[in-house]
Structure formats: C-alpha cells, structure tokens
C-alpha cells in the first residue's frame, strides 16, 4: 500500500511539474496568469 502511494504521488508531482512548465507557457498574457489554469 506504502508503495502505491509512494508512486501514486510521484506521478502526481511530476505531472504538475510538466503541466505547469508547458501551461503557464500558453498563457503569457498578464489578465490568464492565475498560476496552473
């Protein structure tokens, strides 16, 4: 059980990581910078 959420939460965390360096990349505009979104 340890294991599942030891991986469970690396996937989480890398799949922030990739979704806000490409997300924030889209919206460069000053009004659509609300951080993730």
């Known amino acids: 059980m340890f294991t599942f959420l030891f991986i469970a ?3 989480l ?3 922030i ?3 806000g360096a490409f997300g924030t990349r889209d919206h460069n ?3 659509k910078k609300k ?3």
């Open 29 to 31: 505009s000053p009004g």
């Open 17 to 19: 990581a990739i979704y």
């Open 13 to 15: 965390g890398l799949f």
């Open 9 to 11: 939460s690396l996937a």
């Open 35 to 37: 951080g993730w979104w």
